[in-house]
């Protein structure tokens, strides 16, 4: 049986933690790696340094903030959208899609949305409203989906380590959480969640009062699949030793195992 390994990895800055990157892309051979923050234009994006470790890629950067690539070992993959529908003024670079291997691949980033209220959580709420609406088309479409990527979303209580000094963050807010109750009801499933169903898992530690040492976690990255994807199914996890390297992101790579068609 062959399986297809997926992961989502907020590299905050590809540039400053490439061999980072490179460590892990060795180590844990992903097939498929949606990367987000990378912090670069799309002129700075490492391609050739990636296509010598095996990987193709198509990216969509932008200088100093947000940016967002998808990765594939040994293949290309075929880009299919750039930029979510809905807002023509919007020059964020957040959301890439890609077809990989008979999948379509979303890579996102959703806003942070803090300081809230204002206007940035105002952007972080009409931006999951555009995504909520392409997530629905792809499921219409009737193609297997995996929405993957920093989605700035608690979902709830049990997946963040304390939630009393969070209460006011955009990412535990009701607007916020309800928005992800939304996109689940669509038809999506959370594959971290339903492979660790009574299990505090985490994803992103900040650099702040010692929290990864004291593993005070959130759990902010996710992958989504739709339903044709849920049977094949095989494992999920975080690969926690990212974070503990030197000079790590903030984020440790989630993934997916998916038995091939």
Known sequence: MTQLKIATFNINGIR???????????EEQPDIACLQELKA???????????????GACWHGQKAWNGVAILVRGGQPIE???????????????YLEAAVQGLVIGCLYL?????QPG?????KLAWFERLLGHAQQLLDSGHPVVL???FNAVPTDDDIYNPRSWRKDALLQPQTRACWQRLLAQGWTDALRTRYPDERVYTFWDYFRQ???T?????????????SLVPRLRDAGVDRWVRDRPHASDHAPAWVTLETA
Do not use: C, M
């Not at 299919?80 to 023509?88: E, M």
């Not at 206007?119 to 952007?123: E, M």
């Not at 593993?215 to 339903?227: A, F, K, Y």
């Open 111 to 115: 806003p942070n949305g803090n300081p």
């Open 80 to 94: 299919s959208r750039r930029g979510l529908p809905g807002d023509p003024q919007d020059t964020h670079s957040r």
């Open 215 to 227: 593993n005070s976690g959130l759990r902010i990255d996710h992958l989504l699949l739709s339903p």
């Open 41 to 55: 234009p799309d002129e700075s994006f490492p391609v050739d340094v990636l296509s010598e470790a095996g990987y």
């Open 119 to 123: 206007p940035k959580f105002d952007y």
């Open 211 to 213: 929290h990864w040492k």
């Open 16 to 26: 400053s933690r490439l061999p980072a990157l490179l460590e892990w892309l060795a």
């Open 148 to 150: 993957a990527g920093d």
